[in-house]
């Protein structure tokens, strides 16, 4: 199980790269991964082409719902960073959940 520096770290490099590419210019939108394994939830913003306030916060009904969501474990988050795991098939799968409204989930389906 990867710790959460680790998935801090590569939440910020996954999330940069998203933030960094021209399909996601004018996005401002709230964003959140939830790390089952480890019962926390990372929470940020996408906006100005970078990802600003990422927040370590505990998994629950408490949790704010972000309007780009994920969740999976803290080793598949490691994995995507690291190119051992690829995101579609991961998605497919059930390993990735990736929620959206349809706008966003078109826009960044592109980027994933």
């Known amino acids: 199980m990867a710790t959460i520096d680790d998935c801090l770290t590569a939440l ?13 210019s004018g996005l401002d939108r709230s964003l959140s991964c939830r790390l089952t394994d ?8 996408l906006t100005s082409g970078a990802v600003r306030d990422l927040t370590v916060v505990p998994d629950g009904p408490a949790a704010p ?9 803290s080793d598949d988050l490691v994995a995507l960073t690291e190119g051992r ?28």
């Open 12 to 24: 910020k490099r996954i999330l940069g790269d998203l933030a960094a590419n021209p399909a996601a």
């Open 38 to 45: 480890l019962e926390q939830m990372v929470t940020g913003r």
């Open 65 to 73: 719902k972000a309007d780009i969501r994920l969740t999976m474990t």
């Open 85 to 112: 795991l690829k995101f579609a098939p991961a998605w497919a799968s059930g390993r990735v959940k990736f929620e959206a409204g349809l706008r966003d989930m078109l826009r960044l389906r592109s980027l994933l």
